[in-house]
């Protein structure tokens, strides 16, 4: 599995685990990509969550939809705790889950909250 991919089934993973509390992680399946990625946001979450609160604008993180939520929540991750993945690889890949999960204002919503999280 690429990262791309190992990175969009992570998504799909924290957000079903966001919506199904009582889910449980069934690792052996789990790409190590993919792993590493629901491991660390769920290890972070409430750091993540913070840093994103701190780069919002005229927005309130409980308004946030779930799909843009668990998008930022992937990319703030890699951003702040993965070295070996380019912060524009991270944006990048986050703008892309926006325009296929997301609606139409998602991407933009992504891409500014990331950008003012790295600057």
């Known amino acids: 599995m690429d990262r791309r991919t190992a990175r969009e089934e992570a998504f799909k993973y924290l957000f079903q685990l966001d919506i199904n509390d009582d889910q449980t992680m069934n690792s052996e ?9 629901v491991t660390g946001v769920n290890q972070h979450k409430e750091a993540i969550d913070q840093l994103i609160r701190k780069h919002l604008e005229n927005w ?8 843009e939520k668990t998008i930022l929540r992937i990319a703030a991750y890699e951003i702040t705790y993965e070295d070996d993945i380019p912060v524009g690889v991270s944006i990048n890949e986050a703008v892309e889950l926006a ?17 003012k999280i790295i600057f």
């Open 99 to 115: 325009h296929t999960y997301g609606d139409e204002k998602s991407s933009k919503f992504i891409n500014g909250v990331l950008s």
């Open 60 to 67: 309130s993180f409980d308004r946030i939809a779930l799909v």
């Open 29 to 37: 399946k789990m790409d190590p990509f993919m792993k590493k990625i």
